[in-house]
């Protein structure tokens, strides 16, 4: 089955928008080694015929009527959490560079 | 008798039952209560270390309209007045909610979770928020960024996790009874380290609105307790339908969940699933949960051995599906939305490095083995042979218990395979605190409601256990069925206590 090498790691980190450092590499490489290890036996399986479990519920097609809800959202303290702001607005990095 | 004995000794005493006869028989009020709770917390958290934040203007304040409502002679609900503890990732209007990262150091909650408004409506109080493992992904609160959490009846011993902080909190009687969260067993399993009730109940029978996300499909809000009676009523105050969760279903939960008839309880059948009765248990917590056993026997339930054969293939599935909507429902946390990690300079850098660097420097190692490893079994070649492949056997591991659920009413089982274990124990090798939940996860997987309950559990030991750890048995249960394991709960309290 699939390993996840050094290079694999830093691919799948730059996905995660994580940065790992030298020691954080070593040990992630080590612990997913053993933890894919342990999933291998769930290859053995046979599950030709088994339907996917996709959530935790059988609820399907939840409606509601098509309008405003009041939402318990606090605009204030919406912005509020915020870090960075001017008034009303949100203020984020440059996108462009 | 000195002031400082006597609040003690009613704290240790109180259930909410109690505190809400206490209080419409006028014995007491809703303020002093809480004022005894603030006073206690200062003295014995320094030890404990369950609470992250406290709310003292605020819960006084609550108190005081509970008191009023008292006073002006209207009827109070049971729960008016009852001091809580909240775990740290469900949201409270205007309250730190940092889920035990520092990625959410400096966030306060812009909005109440459903389950929070709901309390509100009932008139509880809320003392403050509690410690966890960072975004609930742990099994003994060690992985918080902030602090560590003590087991009251041992010191040198972790609580459990991830919900140690609100399990520590109501152990020492800092909280008349808490929240926590539980996504594979993060009631339950510090419920049965610190020898308190913990209820996850029926996927969709409580709203995960304002619950920060770990795993969706798994995740549940539920009490952590004194009594099973106690469980009961705040379960009962939590549950029902929310447009704000599309997951909810209808439910109508009734008298039955504090009220079982013995009648009903006495004609249940209970069966004993092989795989969990295994090698790998320490053999004082089959010993307990063998002493459960015998006292429900004398109740006249039947018992009956039942086989659960994907039960093996439960971690393996669950360390897939779970990392995988860890890494996705994690990914809102770039360090714009809700703040950032402290010490990250928002200018001095662009989008992209911004992102990174927040969350480089906000996440634990955890946190960020979790997300590598749901990145890993979502990617393109992965996907089929890990995320698709667990997902079937998650189906197969539902098929055995809708197949059980035929003949039995309730399945029993030990909660975990040993008591609190010591600090360190297991930090560095991550597998085998993965495995500390081995017993708490099928019941998520499956979507099913589950309750830890101490063995051997007269309230009045909780404060005197010095000499055992506490060790919980489970209970699991059919689909919104919370009123039969609460049922043969309370039953058995009333036995265990009258031993």
Known sequence: MAEINKKSLKHLADLARLELNEKE?????????????????LQDLDTQNVQPMTGGTELKNIFREDGGTQSSLSPDLVVEAFPDKEKH????????? | MNKAVSYLMHLHDLTIKKFHDGLTN?????????EDYFKYIDERDKEIGAYLSLMKDEALKQAEHADLTVAQGKNVGLLAGVPLAIKDNILITGQPATAASKILENYKASYDATVITNLKQAGAVFLGKTNMDEFAMGSSTENSAFQKTKNPHDLERVPGGSSGGSAAAVASHMALAALGSDTGGSIRQPASFCGVVGLKPTYGAVSRHGLIAMASSLDQIGPLTKTVEDAAIIFQALAGRDRFDSTTAETQYGDELRNPKLEDIKNMTIGLPDEYFVSGVEPAVIKEVESAINALKSLGIKFKQIKLPHTRYALACYYIIMPAEVSSNLARFDGIRYGGATGVNRRSVGLLELYKKNRSRGFGAET?????LGTFVLSSGYYDAYYAQAQ????LIKNDFD??????????????????FKFGEKTSDPLSMYLSDIFTIPANMAGLPAISIPTNSPIQKLATSKTSLPVGFQLI?????EADILGIGQYYEKIANSV
């Open chain 2, 368 to 372: 960020k083995r979790r997300i590598i």
């Open chain 1, 89 to 97: 607005w949100l203020k984020t990095p440059p996108v462009f560079e």
């Open chain 2, 392 to 395: 079937k056997v998650r189906r």
């Open chain 2, 26 to 34: 006028k014995e007491f009020t809703a303020l002093e209560v809480a």
């Open chain 1, 25 to 41: 590499e070593e040990k992630f490489l080590a612990d997913l080694d053993k933890i894919l290890a342990y999933f291998q036996e």
């Open chain 2, 403 to 420: 197949q059980v659920f035929k003949d039995v009413d309730v399945i029993l089982t030990p909660v975990a395979p040993t008591p609190a």
């Open chain 2, 477 to 481: 249960g059919k689909p919104l069925h």
